[in-house]
């Protein structure tokens, strides 16, 4: 796939930094035209629903901007938020490789984001055509699933404060913009993230405040680079001390 015409498909490419934009372009390597020419750009606001969990897969989804948070609701109607996959990945290509009709997960943008959607009988018919395609899509689904064991083990070593830390750190590297990481979450998503109560989590956001791990401005939470340092060896050391 000749680069100027997947920058030409997918224009945003230009305002990605050097390594996103790598990632889009060897995700979609071998892609034809046509595949190009079904996808569709979609900018969503933030606390917008892609998708919900059960909803029948009719597209797959690639985020190419922004931050969003993937949630499972079937575990004895508990709701249960983990981190997502930061590589490029197209969210309902599990399902159609598992021959799955209905998304196993609700996808929610925290950010403002900007999608790209292809339609799922056209990613099924490049999958079936394309070798190099399917083997890259099953790499990327066993990555995926990888990663959100091993962040459920790793959590498991991880207590209360830690937990916040390892995630704020987590986001740091993946969502900073020109060396500071901003979000506006509500209590509540912190907690679906960590899987520590509300309560813990006010105390943990009170105390980071106090000792200078992160900023406040309003509803803002605001990281540093220096802060950011202190949140991962604040979660690193915990976890050496526990494994």
Not at 33 to 39: D, F, I, K, P, R
Not at 175 to 200: F, K
């Amino acid at each position: 796939m000749d680069k100027k015409c997947l920058t030409t498909a997918l224009p945003f490419l230009s305002r990605l930094d050097k390594e996103r934009r790598k990632q889009f372009e060897e995700y979609f390597e071998t892609a034809p035209q046509w595949l190009l020419e079904s996808m569709r750009i979609e900018e969503t606001e933030k606390e917008s629903i892609i998708f919900y969990e059960g909803d029948d897969v009719r597209t797959v989804c690639l985020i190419g901007e922004g931050m969003v948070k993937v949630t499972n609701c079937s575990l004895q109607g508990m709701s249960y938020s983990h981190r997502p996959f930061t590589k490029v990945y197209a969210y309902g290509g599990m399902e159609i490789l598992m021959e799955v009709q209905e998304h196993s997960h609700t996808l929610e943008t925290i950010t403002p984001c900007t999608l790209v959607k292809i339609p799922k009988h056209t990613f099924e018919h490049w999958l079936q055509t394309d070798i190099a395609a399917l083997k890259r899509e099953s790499k990327l689904m066993g990555e995926y699933l990888f990663e959100q064991a091993c962040s459920s083990r790793d959590f498991l070593f991880l207590q209360g404060s830690s937990r916040l830390a390892c995630l704020f750190s987590d986001w740091y590297e993946n969502y900073a913009e020109n060396g500071i990481l901003r979000i506006r979450l509500v209590r509540q998503e912190l907690s679906d993230y960590t899987g520590i109560c509300v309560r813990s989590v006010n105390r943990c956001i009170k105390k980071f405040t106090g000792d200078g791990y992160i900023s406040r401005r309003g509803n803002v939470i605001e990281i540093n680079r220096k802060q950011y340092l202190l949140l991962k060896e604040r979660a690193g050391e915990v976890f050496k001390e526990a494994i």
